[in-house]
T-cell receptor
């Protein structure tokens, strides 16, 4: 079945460092792709999304490009802040027998040192 | 914020007892999902619903059942709770977008369930 694979964490960086969190997916169809963020003690919230190949999603300085040829959707940020410390989830949505499921990766914990 | 409420927020129950978690939405979204979150596993889909009385299994459905008798409510029942079902449970809602694919999911605050 369809699946999402993320780089394992935790990832620890210094403030203002460049961030990349890798995400690849396996899908039989043409999924929509998402990045969600979870701050401590909270539910998940959408960070960015892309619905077709070569689309770039962006929000709060984060970016990710839908690469169909490599089945990837890597998350990047040029200069991280302490407030970016959270768990990040890559996800896809696809249609299965006329209904749509959203499948998540295992999450990557990011810690930013001042 | 999307109108989605989970109840209860915390529950401790004994092994072998039935437990029901409730998810309530005020957004009239088509899709509703139940996930469990465990360290090292991310979010795993338990069951989902694509309409009133229309539900299907996710990847970890054993030991769980669901019901959706109204658009706004999606109930998750642990038929006979076991310690392996100790987890944080999240409900999410979504609409149907381009080519029927679910659009952005909105999440509840989660229910922390402990089975002793």
């Amino acid at each position: 079945g369809d699946s999402v694979t993320q780089m394992e964490g935790p990832v620890t960086l210094s403030e203002e460092a460049f961030l990349t969190i890798n995400c690849t997916y396996t899908a039989t169809g043409y999924p929509s792709l998402f990045w969600y963020v979870q701050y401590p003690g909270e539910g998940l919230q959408l960070l960015l999304k892309a619905t077709k190949a070569d689309d770039k999603g962006s929000n709060k300085g984060f970016e990710a490009t839908y690469r169909k040829e490599t089945t990837s959707f890597h998350l990047e940020k040029g200069s991280v802040q302490v407030s970016d410390s959270a768990v990040y989830f890559c996800a896809l949505s696809e249609v299965y027998s006329s209904a749509s499921k959203i499948i998540f990766g295992s999450g990557t914990r990011l810690s930013i040192r001042p | 914020d999307a109108g989605i409420t989970q109840s209860p927020r915390h529950k401790v129950t004994e092994t072998g007892t039935p437990v029901t978690l409730r998810c309530h939405q005020t957004e009239n979204h088509r899709y509703m999902y139940w996930y469990r979150q465990d360290p090292g596993h991310g979010l795993r889909l338990i069951h989902y619903s694509y309409g009133v009385k229309d539900t299907d299994k996710g990847e970890v459905s054993d030991g769980y059942s669901v019901s959706r008798s109204k658009t706004e409510d999606f109930l998750l029942t642990l038929e006979s709770a076991t310690s392996s079902q100790t987890s944080v449970y999240f409900c999410a809602i979504s609409e149907s977008g381009d080519r029927g694919r679910a659009t952005e999911a909105f999440f509840g605050q989660g229910t922390r369930l402990t089975v002793v």
